[in-house]
């Protein structure tokens, strides 16, 4: 499974951006995918995450990132509202396969986000 991101870069406090992973194969052949993120001196760190089914679940609460996923494009998009400076990182998005069995996890390359005070 080959991942690519796109939709980062430059933002103003409170504004918003959509990130948009693109996977090399069916989507619907992955058991979860989602996003994740790292910012400059810190650990990685889960954002928001999607099944097969269609369940969500975010790092954290308010509804300001909301993930969905279509399965005839292929994609996995994460939008992102009234960020804010502490939402800089690189975003990453990843898939898992094999849950239950033999799971894999999947990268992307990254994109990068910033958001301006």
């Known amino acids: 499974v080959q991942l690519v991101e796109s939709g980062g870069g430059l933002v103003q406090a409170g504004g918003t951006l959509k990130l948009s992973c693109a996977t090399s194969?069916?989507?619907?052949?992955?058991?979860?995918t989602g996003w994740y993120r790292q910012a400059p001196g810190k650990q990685r760190e889960k954002v928001a995450v999607?099944?097969?089914?269609?369940?969500t679940m975010y790092q954290e609460s308010g509804g300001r990132f909301i993930i969905s996923r279509d399965d005839a494009k292929n994609t996995v998009d994460l939008q992102m509202n009234n960020l804010k400076p502490a939402d800089t990182a690189v975003y990453y998005c990843?898939?898992?396969?094999?849950?239950?069995?033999?799971?894999?996890?999947?990268w992307g390359q990254g994109t990068q986000v910033t958001v301006s005070s």
């Open positions: 990843v898939a898992t396969t094999g849950i239950g069995r033999d799971p894999v996890d999947y």
């Open positions: 194969g069916s989507i619907a052949s992955i058991d979860v």
């Open positions: 999607i099944t097969r089914g269609g369940n």
